[in-house]
């Protein structure tokens, strides 16, 4: 398949997913993840007509600063959804609409203080609901108690969580994960974190789990772009 087949075979699985859940077709927005991929097939994914609605997202900083200058006339908003280093906030800041992948409140805080005083940047709490050791993200048990410190810091607005999945194929493990999310959520928005709505989970393999469990952001890589090579796979990576 081309580019245009694997977008279109993308936007209706989600569809039938959140059918299925007996969602509003427009509950889950699909985030491209580009890791890897050059600036010039990124802009002919997002030109596809298949594309309106799209969010971009990218793991590496480096990347993101790359690919910046050559992309930004799409006015596609744009998600860090990989680690981000305290010495690379300054560069990442330039390019992102919002940073998924907030698990510290001095992280948060370092953001906030880069950020210029007129500006207001998204970000969500990653959570490692799998508790595996290779994957970022603070405890679910922790997870509350972040949040309302994060949605006290001073030029930021948290509107959700984000969690990779577990790395198993055991389906009933992963949906559990992206269940204990939601919960997450729930109880955010009980806590008066009103804002706190968005959850970034479920990649190509495992999107109908997570929109059946409430995911109203989806990640996806592979299933658009294609494998990757293995010298570019890394552990954890988020599509």
Known sequence: MDFAERLEDVNRRV????IAAGRSPEAVRVLLATKTQPAEVVRA????PGAAGL???ENRVQELVAKGPQLADLAVPTHLIGPLQSN?????????????????VELAEAISS???????????????VSGEPTKSGVAPEAALELARRVADVPRLRLTGFMTIGANTPDQGVVRAGYAQLAQLRDQALSAGLDDCRELSMGMSGDLELAIAEGATIVRVGTAVFGARAPAAAS???AN
């Open 15 to 18: 569809h039938t997913a959140v």
């Open 45 to 48: 994914v997002f030109e596809l």
């Open 55 to 57: 969010l971009r997202g």
């Open 88 to 104: 690379k906030i300054n560069a990442a800041l330039g390019w992102v609409d919002a940073v998924e992948s907030v698990a510290s």
């Open 114 to 128: 880069r950020l210029a005083a007129d500006r207001v940047l998204e970000v969500m709490i990653q959570v490692n």
């Open 235 to 237: 552990t954890g990576s």
